[in-house]
């Protein structure tokens, strides 16, 4: 199973380059996002709980994130060829613990690090603020993101890069470019 995390800042262009991974290759996409947001929606104590983190730029708890990356990949379809993780892991326990659960799940992972400046990103998520409905994409709480982005997950990218399974990529330029860049990778491997 080919199993990809496709990692970045918020804004960085996740979510579309997996969706243009999944029709190429036939994967699975999982956005932790969609999956918490699903949940959110679902109305359930849960959900508001996540909410609740959420709304104020924070990330959910490893344990929680977990338990439900394991319980998706329980539900997947026998033969499956792979699941990109979009936004998933993004500390340095998840990145353990997830490599210690797919071990068992005789699979492992390579994690694609779209990069792209600051201010870009910024300018993307408050373009994609006003039509999303997405109560975090405002200014203040990207901004808090992005610290949090960086302070936590840097160390998930040394993590990969120690297991020699790390590609950064320029998440600047056009969509197709940009797929280009990552088709080289996936490619590859």
């Not at 990949?73 to 990145?95: H, S």
């Not at 690090?113 to 006003?130: A, C, F, Q, Y």
């Not at 990218?157 to 590609?167: G, M, T, V």
Request: net charge negative.
């Amino acid at each position: 199973m080919l199993n990809i995390i496709l990692c970045g800042a918020p804004g960085s262009g996740k979510g579309t380059q997996s969706e243009y991974i999944v029709k190429k290759y036939g994967l699975e996409h999982l956005s932790t996002g969609d999956l918490l947001r699903h949940e959110i929606a679902s109305g359930s104590r849960f959900g508001q709980q996540i909410d609740a983190i959420i709304s104020k730029g924070n990330l959910v708890p490893d344990d929680v994130m977990l338990r439900l990356i394991d319980q998706y990949l329980e539900k997947l379809p026998a033969g499956t060829k792979g699941v990109i993780f979009d936004g998933f892991p993004r500390t340095l326990n998840q990145a353990i613990e997830f490599e210690k659960m797919l071990a068992h799940k005789q699979t492992s992972s390579h994690l694609i690090d779209l990069h792209v400046d600051e201010d870009e990103l910024i300018h993307r998520l408050l373009e994609r603020g006003k039509t999303s409905g997405r109560s975090d994409d405002n200014l203040e709480t990207i901004k808090k993101r992005l610290v949090i982005y960086h302070h936590q997950t840097e160390a998930v990218s040394k993590y990969y890069k120690d297991l020699k399974k790390y590609y950064a990529v320029n998440g600047t330029g056009t969509v197709e470019e940009i797929f280009g860049r990552i088709c080289s990778i996936v490619d590859s491997l």
